[in-house]
């Protein structure tokens, strides 16, 4: 009878605790982005309203430095001085914790040097945030705003342009995540390029550039393949993927003509 009592409980315990553990990660995430946000904020504040630059550089002026991928002979893979050295990243004064930059949902990890380790790093920041614009124009051959000035967002909204995002394990790869804008085009014609987290039951995290963070759950089963540690195909068509159209609305806006 006991062992059945305590069959029992472990039955109503288990699953509650589970709960709890995800809440606690997701509220953690939250507060990583919040942090991260922060000191990009922080940054533009001290450089004349400039945005850092958001991409590879072989110079180290870039937000972060460093592939991410499943290779086992990448070293930024496990190396933080790709996200905490100032001389390679331009947001290290500022963050202080490399915890920040992995959502504690992330359960990638890579063979290095005969070791199992994770990754460092599982957030990206938007293409649309002073970086090159690759994939803004690759549906609608539109031209849209790239932000180099805080300053410069006005024209959507602080807090409607998103910034940081979790990114899909094994999606990620260089510290932008990237949005093909699909606005004012047949839905049969939209993609994913990057894929968004869904680390948190289907959902992401994600910023914005006043500085507020929100959960945001995905809608289409394709935005949020299963995470198999091994890169995916990425640019893929995605006709109707209403994911894709509010990841669109979050990104930039059309310059005028």
Known sequence: VVIA??????????????????????????????????AWLLYAGDFDDNLVWNDLTSNGSGWVRGIIDYNPGNP???????????????????TQSPGIYRCPADKSTVKTRGKIMPRVRSVSLSQAMNSRDDWLSFITKRRYHVFRKLSDINVMGHSNAYNFINE?????????????????????RIYIIDYPASNHNGAGTISFADGHVEPHKWLDERTTPPVKNKSIPLVVPSAHNQDMVYMSSKASVAKRR
């Open 5 to 38: 009592i305590i069959a029992i409980l472990a039955g109503l315990l288990l699953p509650a605790l589970a709960r709890a553990k995800s809440k606690g990660q997701h509220t953690v995430c939250l507060s990583n982005l919040k942090q991260l946000d922060l």
């Open 168 to 188: 899909h394990p094994d999606s990620i790869n260089f510290g932008d995540l990237a949005v093909a804008m699909n606005d004012g085009v047949a839905p049969t």
């Open 76 to 94: 930024h893979n496990t190396n933080l001085k790709g996200l905490m050295d100032p001389k390679y990243a331009k947001l290290a004064p500022y």
